[in-house]
């Protein structure tokens, strides 16, 4: 079920993505319509990326330099035509909703490893909670909880432990607490709860 749930919201952030860059495109096309020159100063810098890649597998560091010049220079006149034409800087861009992720869902570290974005990981949150039937949390948490409804009796023989009920549950709430703290620390174990059904 939660590989399933995954995959679903993948398949939303890969539409999400393909829909910000289309909409890129078209936002390029319009503006080169009226403005060719942004066309040919984006033509440049793509080309000049292709060169840069090339010096630099070749070493040539004098050829990089220059590149890098005029890279600079195109992206500074790219910049004056947007402000003169009272658009942001990052107009011709694809407007993702993550800016941290670029609607992939996941990020990458410097030590080459990937990681789930956090808005990920608030849409995975949000679906299961959704599907949790947890409604009332308003009034159910553990602010509003009341330890008092519980038996400070120690009655070894009837609950099978040498503690009071109502001692048991604080300990049951503080490791729930501790749970929810550490919820993103891989190295914190997870929660299993146990009982006959209909019990709570």
């Known amino acids: ?62 050829s990089l330099e220059e590149l890098k010049q005029k890279s600079e220079k195109l992206k500074y006149e790219k910049a004056r035509i947007l402000q003169e034409a009272n658009l942001p800087n990052n107009y011709l861009a694809p407007h993702y909703e993550c800016s941290i992720c670029n609607d992939t869902g996941y990020i990458s570290q410097n030590n080459y490893t990937v990681e789930m974005c956090t808005c990920l990981k608030q849409k995975l949150l949000n679906e299961t909670f959704n599907k949790s039937n947890i409604t009332n949390l308003k009034k159910e948490n553990f602010n509003t909880f009341n ?33 929810v703290e550490n919820f993103d620390n891989p190295n914190y174990h997870n929660l299993l709860f146990t009982g006959n059904t209909g019990l709570r």
């Open 1 to 62: 079920m939660a590989s399933e749930v995954l995959n679903s919201i993948l398949e939303e952030y890969k539409q999400k993505k393909q829909n910000a860059e289309m909409d890129a495109e078209k936002r390029k096309e319009k503006l080169y319509e009226k403005i060719p020159k942004l066309q040919e100063i984006e033509d440049d810098l793509n080309q000049f990326a292709i060169l840069t890649a090339k010096n630099i597998l070749l070493h040539n560091v004098s």
């Open 147 to 179: 330890e008092e409804i519980f038996s400070n009796e120690i009655d070894v023989a009837k609950y099978h432990f040498n503690i009071s009920p109502r001692e048991n549950i604080k300990n049951i709430k503080q490791k729930c607490l501790e749970f």
